[in-house]
């Protein structure tokens, strides 16, 4: 069967084609999406060329077409003779999947949908995950202060999350006062510039001397420079953000070694595949954890999505995403408009 796909094919070129889409095999299903959500950090990062492996070397030349998108939401339309307990017809999330408009994957790849959690809340729960595994890996307890340095789509939910976590208070730092904006509506206890002069002696003073927790996802060396100056002794940050560039400099003796600081990888595939544990859950485990918070109203994704766009339009979104320093926290692609 042919179906749509968004790809880059070069260098900010987004363009959306014809493949084929295979019919499942024993234990695959094949969904029909109707929304999957735009990861701003990563899909922009694609877009322009920059590097897109953890193993691939910093100058290492952008090698084209790419395939993005990963956070979906869709019907399922037909199921593998194996798969038994996934029915067509069902709404479900598919995790590591793609911006197109039929995809076949692996039943394990696919999370059911509970009534009560619309399909675009649905759509941004994958990528919800990933924040939240970074919080898990701080052991935060209820109580201990947390500051999130950058408000893209990840440090919005990350905002949440720490809320719904028991963290207190938590602080919220971006440039774009449009952002400081939503993170205070959707749980920030205060928000604050980090481009202002004294940006970490407010932070200590909210924190009581440095928050306990740092979530960054700026992606900077300016940014985790920042964090470090304000965290509290054997505070734990959580590196979050792609840093694709390491061209700074950090003075690890007095700001790491001496504070007895924990910089915590992050990336949301250091995680375990098959089996939860204290700290370290499984995307699926997660993902259910964040429908079960969306069902009683402990989290609030609906008011982060502010767009919606056709995939046939993908070149001009992309666009935006590239040179717009204040691109939309939550933008979907309808795929009931292909």
């Not at 995950?129 to 109580?143: D, M, Q, Y």
């Not at 202002?196 to 009581?208: A, H, Y």
């Not at 544990?277 to 609906?302: E, P, Q, V």
Request: aromatic share 6%.
């Amino acid at each position: 069967m042919q179906t749509k796909q968004i790809i880059f094919t070069a260098p900010y070129k987004a363009e959306l084609l014809d493949v084929e889409c295979l019919p499942p095999k024993s234990r695959e299903v094949t969904v029909e999406l109707i929304y999957s959500a735009i990861s701003s950090g990563t899909e922009r990062a694609n877009f322009v060329g920059m590097r897109n492996s953890i193993n691939a070397s910093e100058d290492e030349e952008a090698v084209f077409p790419r395939t993005v998108g990963y956070s979906d939401v869709g019907i399922v339309r037909e199921v593998g003779d194996a798969v038994k307990d996934i029915s067509v017809g069902e709404r479900v999330i598919v995790y590591w999947g793609k911006h197109r408009k039929y995809i076949t994957v692996d039943r394990e790849s696919v999370v059911k949908i509970p009534d009560g959690v619309s399909d675009e809340e649905a759509a941004l729960a994958f990528i919800a995950t990933f924040p939240l595994a970074a919080i898990r890996k701080t052991r935060i307890e209820i109580g201990e202060s947390a500051l999130v340095m950058g408000l893209g789509i990840l440090g919005i939910l990350a905002v949440q999350e720490l809320r719904a976590a028991g963290a207190y208070p938590v602080i919220a730092a971006d440039p774009i006062a449009e952002r400081r904006e939503l993170a205070l509506s959707l749980g920030a206890d205060v928000a604050l510039d980090p481009t202002e002069e004294g940006f970490c002696e407010n932070v200590k003073k909210l924190s009581e001397g440095g928050v306990n927790v740092c979530i960054e996802v700026t992606g900077l060396g300016v940014g985790l420079v920042q964090a470090l100056d304000c965290m509290r002794m054997m505070g734990r940050i959580a590196l979050l953000g792609c840093t694709r560039s390491s061209k700074f400099e950090i003075d690890y003796y007095g700001k790491v070694h001496g504070k007895g600081i924990s910089l915590i990888g992050a990336h949301t595939i250091a995680r375990p595949n098959r089996e939860s544990s204290a700290g370290l859950w499984t995307h699926a485990d997660d993902i259910k954890a964040l429908l079960s918070l969306l069902l009683g109203k402990r989290l609030n994704f609906r008011d982060m999505i502010s767009e919606k766009h056709s995939p046939a339009d993908a070149q001009e979104v992309y666009m935006r995403l590239a040179n717009e320093k204040n691109f939309p926290i939550g933008v979907l692609f309808d795929w009931r408009e292909i």
